[in-house]
């Protein structure tokens, strides 16, 4: 082969490596991550305004018949009425105390029950029994027994949301209590923790992710009791206005107790659901 062949064929080649290192590499796409993303402000909302958009929709367009479910505008005009002749706010006094008191016996009753049940094999033989029996049975179902030991006055009210409460905050703190991990325990005994130490430091923290799990459902069956057990000879309460309304056919006022409801509900899911990110704000989960 001629120098002259050589010489064009290593300047091809120069030129080909030349276009090689001049052209631009392609650009790896990001990789899109998994999970469900950023949480969105105010994302709570987005649910109850869009049924609150569709019941509009649908009373606008004359498709929904206003005996049967009044629109949105005239259910805002009567609770309007009602908290104007002080009706709704007395009621609503009345039920958030019976959910309140309730919610507080039942909590303390529902973890004071999974610590001893937690911390102890003879306290888990005594306690866990009686309390999946308590479990498989209602707590409604409990009111005529309740009427028979306590009468229809306050006290049956508060006892009957206060066993609809503490049935899911003993199971998930028992759980929680169960599924620490076992090297912390191991780790207590090497530095010679006592007794209240470890429970103070290791038991208390790895169970509080439970405990909370188990008080946002707490809290709705407290509102779920509450309905029940204020139409039960009540004098007060929004379950008692919603029942007098019944009589007299009084569909809107209805729609307005329910609406209080579900509204209390909500608030109180989001007040739990807040105090679960700041007490855990150490993990890392996909919740953000």
Excluded: C
């Amino acid at each position: 082969m001629s120098t002259t062949a050589l010489d064009r064929k290593a300047a091809t080649a120069k030129a080909a490596d030349a276009a090689a290192v001049s052209s631009p590499r392609p650009r790896r796409q990001a990789r899109k991550k998994l999970g469900p993303g950023r949480p969105i402000p105010y994302g709570w909302a987005l649910g109850p305004l869009l049924l609150l958009a569709v019941w509009a929709a649908g009373s606008g367009a004359g498709l929904i018949d206003a005996r049967s479910l009044p629109a949105p505008w005239a259910i805002a005009g009567t609770a309007g009425d009602l908290i104007g002749d002080g009706r709704l706010q007395s009621n609503f006094a009345t039920s958030a105390g019976r959910a309140l008191l309730g919610l507080v016996f039942g909590t303390a009753a529902g973890l004071l029950l999974a610590l001893v049940s937690g911390l102890s094999r003879l306290g888990e033989g005594i306690v866990d029994g009686p309390v999946q029996i308590k479990r498989a049975i209602p707590s409604l179902a409990l009111i005529p027994l309740l009427v028979l030991w306590f009468g229809i006055g306050e006290t049956m009210k508060v006892i009957t949301i206060a066993l609809g409460v503490f049935v899911p905050v003993y199971i998930h703190t028992h759980n929680g209590l169960r599924t620490i991990d076992s090297r912390y325990s191991e780790l207590a005994e090497t530095v010679r923790l006592s007794r209240i130490q470890f429970v103070r430091h290791v038991v208390l923290p790895g169970a509080l992710p439970g405990f909370l799990l188990g008080l946002r459902f707490a809290v709705t069956a407290a509102w779920l009791a509450l309905v029940v057990v204020e139409q039960v000879n009540a004098t007060s309460g929004i379950g008692y206005m919603m029942e007098l309304a019944r009589t007299y056919g009084q569909t809107d006022v209805i729609i307005v107790g329910l609406v209080v409801y579900g509204l209390l509900g909500l608030v109180s899911d989001a007040l739990v659901r807040l105090v679960e990110r700041k007490a855990l704000a150490w993990r890392r989960t996909l919740a953000g």
